[in-house]
């Protein structure tokens, strides 16, 4: 079974410009999360799907950041513009929806805005 | 709110020693407890998870975990650390109901001596 596929997996930007991350959850799990993991930290929510609707995204910094998972299936995370302490890696995850199971996740787009 | 609690950021053991990685979750519905491991540049993978029935869960590489709901805990042991185990450990809590959220704790790096 194919894992949560990311990409990129590394991006260097300068603030003020735009980046766009993509995830490919595992086939047939219906939700999706998007974390962001500052350096020393544990993983934050930003965003979680179910399907192609927003569960949550009370964490998400609407200003700059939005994400999209049109068919219910892959999904795009933008960030417009960029701030310094958007730096982090960025986590897709999926998981099917039911209650007792665990999320799977990818392997991270690491993102340094300088 | 869910909150999860990782007592300790940094913890060092010497090999073949007990590890032991605390975690205290506050809910006030039953949860869905997870261990997770994160090696460098990598993303997370699960060790163990706790959803119903038996309180004490064993995972992979030699970890095991016990529900203790008296104690809002789910602590993390090993009974003798390998060099391999070194990495970040985050314990994670998953909550029926409107919320919905898997949130993790902040981390804890394991150093592991020789």
């Known amino acids: 079974e194919a894992g949560v596929a990311q990409s990129p997996r590394y991006k260097i930007i300068e603030k003020r410009q735009s980046v766009a991350f993509w995830c490919n959850p595992i086939?047939?799990?219906?939700?999706l999360y998007w974390y962001q993991q500052i350096l020393g930290q544990g993983p934050k929510l930003l965003i979680q799907f179910q399907n192609n609707g927003v569960v949550d995204d009370s964490q998400l910094p609407k200003d700059r950041f939005s994400a999209e998972r049109l068919k219910g299936v892959d999904s795009t995370l933008k960030i417009q513009p960029a701030k310094l302490e958007d730096s982090a890696v960025y986590l897709c995850?999926?998981?099917?929806?039911?209650?007792?199971?665990?999320?799977?996740f990818g392997q991270g787009t690491r993102l340094t805005v300088v | 709110a869910q909150s999860v609690t990782q007592l300790g950021s940094h913890v060092s053991v010497s090999e073949g020693a007990l590890v032991l990685l605390r975690c205290n979750y506050s809910s006030s519905v039953p949860p869905y407890l997870f261990w997770y491991v994160q090696y460098p540049n990598q993303g997370l993978q699960l060790l163990l998870k706790y959803t119903t029935g038996a309180t004490l869960v064993k995972g992979i590489n030699g970890f095991e975990a016990e529900f203790k709901k008296s104690e809002t805990s789910f602590h993390l042991t090993k009974p003798s650390a390998h060099m391999s185990d070194a990495a970040e450990y985050f314990c994670?809590?998953?909550?029926?109901?409107?919320?919905?959220?898997?949130?993790f704790g902040s981390g804890t790096q394991l150093t592991v001596l020789p």
């Open positions: 994670a809590v998953f909550i029926s109901g409107s919320a919905r959220q898997l949130t």
């Open positions: 086939s047939g799990h219906a939700t």
């Open positions: 995850a999926s998981r099917v929806a039911r209650m007792n199971t665990e999320a799977f």
